[in-house]
């Protein structure tokens, strides 16, 4: 299906929330691996920052991203402060 198209991207959010125990998460990763390995899939993972996941990740681009005092406060007042 990826020889279809001239780019592919993989999105994986939050996956810290993945169950660590029985290797899900493990098992999960080596599949993700491999299919980049074998299609060249471009992959995008959002976690917080977990040490075992960071060093499966180690080697690989890394980009920190936070919400600023002024984003929680916007989204309190439009969701939250209703």
């Not at 080596?30 to 180690?58: H, R």
Request: proline share 1%; charged share 25%.
């Amino acid at each position: 299906m990826t020889a279809l198209y001239s780019r592919v991207f993989i999105i994986v959010d939050i996956l810290d929330e993945c169950q660590v125990s029985n290797s899900y998460q493990q098992r999960f990763l080596s599949g993700l691996f491999n299919l980049q390995a074998k299609c060249g899939a471009n992959l995008f993972v959002t976690s917080w920052p977990i040490s075992s996941i960071e060093k499966d990740f180690e080697g690989n681009s890394k980009i920190e991203i936070r919400a600023s005092e002024k984003d929680v406060r916007e989204y309190y007042e439009v969701v939250i402060g209703r």
